[in-house]
């Protein structure tokens, strides 16, 4: 039988990843977006792309530290 | 943690499935977050390579001399550097535009078609306009690029890609 406080845990890090997938497809489409946007000529979007997947990369990060702390022994 | 109840296999075989489950998906967590960190680093890679355009020169080099080309004729030359593929076309008696041959879609080489006046890809039908390389139909995404041409007299002279800003 599962532990109860296992199985929130487990929903927790589902959250927690499903929050990183949607995070991560964002950030997908902005490395194309800024991509496809140099290669038109326009280099304006370079600079705020990438300061927009480092913020979408941090957030991944607090996400990953989240699940780590949830599984350390209390 | 062994338990009372558990059997001596337990003991042996140590592996939980709930526990399993848990740590597998904390690695693929672990394995999402390399990859947005990945993201991010292409991302300055963009930003890096946007820099470095800036500082390109391109050279100015002889194309052709007007008048060797019919009208509706096509020559092709290399630009900015050796194995870079352009087309020249006369599009009029006093009339030369000048665009890279490489399809913005997948880099398939591009050809002029003189009866549909426009600028075709063969591989997944693309269709370029002749007068300023956008695109007309198919999965290209960017117009062509455009190689600026100056005429030095009987001379037509590449100076510059288009996105290059003037000097």
Same mark, same amino acid.
């Given at each position: 039988?599962?532990?109860?406080?296992?199985?929130?845990?487990?929903?927790?890090?589902?959250?927690?990843?499903?929050? #990183?997938?949607?995070?991560? %497809?964002?950030?997908?489409?902005?490395?194309?977006?800024?991509?496809?946007?140099?290669?038109?000529?326009?280099?304006?979007?370079? %600079?705020?792309?990438?300061?927009?997947?480092?913020?979408?990369?941090?957030?991944?990060?607090?996400?990953?530290?989240?699940?780590?702390?949830?599984?350390?022994?209390? | 943690?062994?338990?009372?109840?558990?059997?001596?296999?337990?003991?042996?075989?140590?592996?939980?499935?709930?526990?399993?489950?848990?740590?597998?998906?904390?690695?693929?967590?672990?394995?999402?977050?390399?990859?947005?960190?990945?993201?991010?680093?292409?991302?300055?890679?963009?930003?890096?390579?946007?820099? %470095?355009?800036?500082? %390109?020169?391109?050279?100015?080099?002889? #194309?052709?001399?007007?008048?060797? #080309?019919?009208?509706?004729?096509?020559?092709?030359?290399?630009?900015?550097?050796?194995?870079?593929?352009?087309?020249?076309?006369?599009?009029?008696?006093?009339?030369?535009?000048?665009?890279?041959?490489?399809?913005?879609?997948?880099?398939?080489?591009?050809?002029?078609?003189?009866?549909?006046?426009?600028?075709?890809?063969?591989?997944?039908?693309?269709?370029?306009?002749?007068?300023?390389?956008?695109?007309?139909?198919?999965?290209?995404?960017?117009?062509?690029?455009?190689?600026?041409?100056?005429?030095?007299?009987?001379?037509?002279?590449? #100076?510059?890609?288009?996105?290059?800003?003037?000097?």
């Amino acid at each position: 039988m599962e532990n109860p406080q296992r199985s929130r845990s487990v929903t927790a890090v589902d959250g927690a990843m499903a929050l #990183i997938i949607i995070l991560l %497809i964002t950030q997908v489409w902005l490395l194309s977006a800024t991509l496809n946007a140099l290669l038109a000529g326009h280099r304006d979007a370079a %600079i705020p792309g990438a300061i927009a997947s480092g913020l979408l990369f941090a957030a991944c990060l607090t996400l990953y530290r989240f699940v780590v702390r949830l599984e350390r022994p209390k | 943690m062994k338990s009372s109840n558990d059997p001596l296999w337990r003991e042996e075989f140590s592996i939980r499935k709930s526990e399993e489950r848990y740590v597998s998906r904390r690695q693929l967590t672990k394995f999402l977050t390399l990859t947005s960190l990945g993201m991010f680093v292409g991302n300055l890679w963009v930003v890096a390579k946007s820099r %470095i355009r800036d500082t %390109i020169s391109y050279p100015a080099k002889w #194309i052709a001399r007007a008048g060797e #080309i019919p009208v509706g004729g096509v020559k092709l030359f290399e630009y900015p550097a050796p194995g870079e593929q352009c087309l020249l076309i006369r599009t009029g008696a006093d009339e030369y535009v000048a665009y890279s041959q490489k399809c913005t879609h997948l880099s398939c080489a591009v050809y002029y078609s003189e009866k549909r006046n426009r600028l075709e890809c063969p591989c997944h039908q693309g269709y370029f306009s002749v007068r300023d390389g956008s695109v007309l139909a198919g999965p290209p995404p960017r117009p062509l690029p455009r190689v600026v041409l100056e005429r030095k007299g009987a001379d037509l002279i590449a #100076i510059r890609m288009q996105d290059q800003p003037e000097a």
